[in-house]
């Protein structure tokens, strides 16, 4: 809880600082209306010291306590917005949604159903009706320019943080400290919390947290799109694709078998399989292995299913399996195995906890429960985080 207090509290505070870039007229619902002038300039615009062309546009409450009220509304040009929670929320931060304008009507929804609307009156902001917890009708949320913020804080001269040194930091994601990003330009908003320029186009905030980890944040200034920089690699997160420079190939994860606590597990049988992304592999399953061209992948006592699944962004499967290992005392645990890589991961608490994988709605969940398969206590997607599975 103390972690989300110092995160939330750091990241309200970053909010005012990611506009730089010149916002561009796109013919969208914000171009029109009360903030045609406001919110998004004219693309032959080039005056980026103009603080009505910075996007996002943030809004800060005033007049009102922000630790205990929604502190900002953010505008960004593509017509995506952020609502923000206060330190007491347990919600913690919103992502992304959407707003429009209708005359000096402002509203801003989220496909999950949070919405709020505001008054638009010059650079104030006056929320009028919301179903978002934390906030006050009649709330008045005034606009704050880049160099008012920025005027407030303590600049660090260094090197300039470009686009590309990032994505050079980026190849030793899991390994990235505090450290790495000293040398750069930056503002210290605290001791734990600094934040730097991208090239205009991106912020990126480095987080320092009471647990000695470092959360490590890009954001788009102009679409709100945020990149957890730190766990580049993860399964889902690649930061080129991110950039738009690459296109990963997608998987369509699939069950192979599954014969989790099944009567019918056929103990004496074999079953084969081949895929179009491996076609000169046979890949075997038995009860006690699985093995491609006869040679063994991983075991169990016995290999309750097998899902295949892409989890290092490859487009290329994972072996997924749900198995039990030992004899008397025994446990149930899921074991990953990279094909390109040779590579195998375990999830396991033996004596503590099990662990079984199912497939749902297209994806491969994994399971937490009492050890010795007892009652289930928690279900999350299937993920590779900084090189292990991610555990609950």
């Known amino acids: 809880m103390r972690k989300l207090f110092e995160l939330t509290l750091c990241i309200m505070l970053i909010l005012a600082l990611t506009g730089c870039k010149q916002a561009v007229t796109t013919g969208s619902v914000a171009v029109t209306t009360a903030l045609t002038t406001a919110v998004i300039t004219n693309a032959a615009a080039t005056d ?5 062309g910075e996007s996002p546009r943030t809004y800060l409450l005033t007049g009102d306590d922000s630790m205990t009220y929604m502190p900002t509304v953010t505008l960004y040009a593509n017509g995506s917005a952020r609502l923000s929670q206060p330190p007491i929320s347990s919600t913690g931060l919103f992502g992304l949604g959407h707003y429009e304008v209708d005359g000096d009507k402002l509203t801003v929804t989220y496909d999950e159903g949070a919405s709020a609307e505001f008054t638009v009156s010059g650079d104030t902001l006056i929320l009028t009706e919301t179903n978002v917890g934390f906030t006050k009708i009649g709330a008045v949320y005034q606009y704050q320019s880049r160099a008012d913020y920025l005027s407030a804080l303590n600049r660090i001269d260094g090197e300039e943080l470009t686009l590309e040194a990032v994505r050079d930091l980026a190849q030793n994601a899991s390994s990235l400290t505090y450290s790495d990003f000293e040398k750069y330009v930056h503002y ?5 919390c600094h934040v730097y320029d991208v090239e205009g186009k991106y912020t990126l905030s480095v987080i320092y947290g009471s647990d000695s980890s470092t959360s490590i944040t890009i954001e788009n200034n102009d679409s709100g799109e945020r990149f957890p920089l730190n766990l580049n690699g993860s399964t889902g997160l690649v930061f080129d694709e991110y950039l738009g420079l690459i296109t990963v190939p997608k998987y369509t994860a699939m069950k192979w078998l599954d014969y989790y606590l099944d009567e019918t597990l056929p103990w004496d049988d074999s079953m084969d399989l081949t895929i179009p992304e491996f076609p000169d592999v046979t890949f075997t399953w038995t009860s006690e292995k ?14 309750w299913n097998v899902y295949l699944t892409d989890l290092t962004n490859d487009g290329k499967p994972e072996i997924c399996a ?3 290992i030992g004899s008397g005392i025994s446990d149930t645990r899921v074991i990953v195995y990279d094909y390109v890589n040779s590579k195998e991961y375990q999830l396991a608490d033996r004596m503590e906890y099990d662990y079984y994988l199912t497939f749902e709605d297209g994806k491969v ?9 007892g009652k289930p206590l928690v279900t999350s997607e299937l993920r590779l985080v900084n090189g292990e599975i991610e555990g609950f």
Request: with cysteine.
């Open 48 to 52: 980026t010291s103009n603080s009505a």
């Open 188 to 192: 210290d908003i605290d001791p734990d």
């Open 290 to 303: 699985i093995t491609a061209n006869d040679v063994e992948l991983l075991w169990g006592m016995p290999v």
């Open 322 to 324: 749900t198995v039990s």
């Open 365 to 373: 969940l994994v399971t937490q429960c009492e050890y010795r398969m």
